[in-house]
């Protein structure tokens, strides 16, 4: 980590979030690349719907059989399933002190409806960071993304390559791309983001709660300015 972050990674970790963050931007923004670094620094969980909803169609469960073709023709999975899904995942032991969305909510009735439950769980209210990149910029991304699949670590070809082509730097796992990653898929996944979550962010603006990165720069100056936020809205400790 760069000696320009100030937050004290011991104190970060043992402090969890008591206000959850959520990762918006649209697909290939680097919502997974940067929430699963704060996730580690802060020892919260992770939580991404799209990695949840793909594992489900991975076990084959009634919930991913209902998502998978959806998801292939790269449109929203319906609220209602979305949201049980990730009830389910909050009521899990290790989301006690906090936790990182990335790619949820996706919809207002979505975050209507995390209101009410970070509300029940006694949360304080999210913040949200809007991460902006330009449309040419993302299909480069996407086109370029391969993950690991054991630990689920991200790489670009293009940007962010593996030391051996194939094959994760972490954990040696075998890298591969993600089905939606074609080009056909990508621009209906880019028009559902328009259509479909573009709107929360004037939703989150109005209450008070929305930051926006530039996520066009490096993987680790967008990291920097996260931390930036993080000790803005949360002091000294970067503790929200
Ligand atoms: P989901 O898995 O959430 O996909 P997405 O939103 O389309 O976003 P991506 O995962 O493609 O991009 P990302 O922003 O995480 O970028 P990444 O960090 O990988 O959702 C998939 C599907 O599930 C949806 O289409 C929908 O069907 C369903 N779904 C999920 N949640 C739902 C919900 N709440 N409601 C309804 N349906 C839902 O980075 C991309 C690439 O760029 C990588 O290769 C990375 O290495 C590289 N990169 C990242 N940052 C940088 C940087 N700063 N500089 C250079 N390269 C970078
Ligand atoms: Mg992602």
Redesign the pocket.
Known sequence: MSGAVAIDAITAVSMGLQRPLIFLGP?GAG???QAKQLARLYGVPHL?T??MLRDAVANGSGLGRQAKPIMERGELVPDDLVMALVEERLAQPDAAHGFIF??FPRTIPQAESLERILARRGFGKPLAVEIRVDQDTLLRRLAGRWNCTVGGE?YNVYERPPKVPGICDVDGGKLVQRPDDRPEVVRERLNAYDRQTAPLVEYYKRRGALETVDGTVPVEEVQRTLHQIMERAGGRNGHL
């Open positions: 697909p919502k997974g690349t991404s799209g990695d990335d790619g991200t």
